[in-house]
């Protein structure tokens, strides 16, 4: 186990946002940036119950361990799957943080999904607490994109965001500092390697890891057209035979493999397109719509998403960053962003049916 923060409550500062991805989790410090992008992966020895490593190392132990040990992904769909590994990561990444610093019990703000239930939350900020922090502070996913996009969430003007990361895709317009419409949906990066390994498997009866499935999509797949079509090699287990295989798959394979899953995000965003009133809408056609998360790397993707709404899609260069980067911002602007905080606004908890 690692040692808990020890901390006195002391009146010197040390505030941390935490964007807690069910793929990574990135932590922002006030004053210093971005200074943890890692997996969101634990290894842990089954014999003495101890953390090995978390983040970039563990995940290089996924699908890859002897009995003794296991890599596990602790967050799934947004949300925590295992509570204590959680918290040993939580516990990890945070002692790296504050390395000089172990005495300032951190307060955190932790950006959380739009969609996540009470007992989620309460998951959530324990696992905090029991890691040393003082006080956790909470936001929407979306909201901290947004803010993290340098949008004017605070003026009566429709901000649209679409967020697509490991587990969730968040879609939501904000305006006057509150969430209006808001979709979240638990299908997103993840759904995206599981339907290109179940391809693999019914198309050619060959079994595929994790890995290698979000490999073939990160350099092969395509949410729209691309010629010429490209091919790469794959390996893995031929399910007849339990002999290695190799396989050849196409880009367009690897497109309509992934058809289901795309069509469920463009589903979910003519949804929440109909639900918005239409001065929003209105505004919205004017600036378009922000496209970030890591799933929204995806080749083709803004491509296909103006294509099916006919609204401009505008991608960021550095998609992953924006929920860590505006939970900092608002982080270092606590009173301005008062009311967007989950726990302490009321505004948000009227406007949307998920939170509280
Ligand atoms: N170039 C790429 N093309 C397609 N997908 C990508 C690319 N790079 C990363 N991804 C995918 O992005 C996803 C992770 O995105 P991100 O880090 O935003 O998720 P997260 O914040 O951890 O998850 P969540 O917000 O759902 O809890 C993974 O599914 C990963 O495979
Ligand atoms: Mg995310």
Not at 79 to 104: C, H, S, T
Not at 258 to 273: D, H, Q, S, Y
Request: glycine share 8%; aromatic share 4%.
């Amino acid at each position: 186990m690692f040692k808990f923060l020890k901390g006195f409550g002391s009146l010197l500062k040390n505030e941390i946002a935490i964007d807690l991805g069910t793929s990574s989790t990135l932590i922002y410090v006030k004053g210093k940036g971005i200074v943890i992008d890692e997996p969101s992966v634990v290894s842990v020895d089954l014999y003495t119950g101890k953390t090995i490593s978390c983040g970039a190392e563990a995940k290089r132990m996924l699908g890859k361990t002897p009995e003794t040990v296991v890599a596990k992904r602790p967050m799934k769909d947004g949300v925590i799957a295992d509570f204590e590994m959680v918290q040993e990561m939580i516990i990890y990444l945070l002692n790296k943080v504050l390395e000089k610093n172990l005495f300032v019990r951190p307060v955190v703000l932790i950006a959380v999904p739009s969609g996540i239930t009470d007992v989620e939350r309460r998951a959530v900020r324990d696992a905090a607490i029991l890691a040393g922090v003082q006080k956790v502070h909470m936001v929407a996913e979306p909201v901290a994109s947004a803010v993290g996009l340098g949008l004017p969430i605070e003026e009566p003007v429709g901000n649209m965001v679409i967020d697509i990361g490991g587990g969730t895709t968040e879609i939501a317009v904000i305006s006057l500092s509150g969430i209006v419409v808001n979709k979240s949906i638990r299908i997103a990066g993840d759904e995206m390697d599981e339907a290109i390994s179940s391809y693999i498997r019914e198309k050619y009866r060959v079994a595929i890891g994790e890995q290698t499935a979000e490999e073939i999509k990160i350099n092969l797949g395509n949410a729209f057209p691309t010629f010429p079509e490209e091919k790469i090699e794959v390996r893995g287990r031929d399910l007849v035979s339990g002999t290695p295989k190799t396989i050849e798959i196409s880009s367009t394979e690897v497109r309509n493999a992934l058809r289901g899953v795309l069509n469920e995000i463009v589903f979910t965003l003519k949804k929440a397109l109909e639900q918005t009133p239409p001065e929003l809408l209105s505004d919205i056609i004017d600036r378009g719509i922000y496209l970030t998360g890591g799933g929204s790397m995806l080749k083709g993707l803004a491509d296909l998403l103006m294509e099916e709404i006919n609204i401009l899609i505008k991608t960021t260069e550095y998609p992953r960053n924006c929920v860590v980067l505006g939970a900092g911002k608002i982080l270092e602007n606590l009173d301005k962003y008062n009311q967007i905080l989950i726990a302490s606004s009321k505004t948000m908890v009227k406007r949307t049916e998920f939170i509280d």
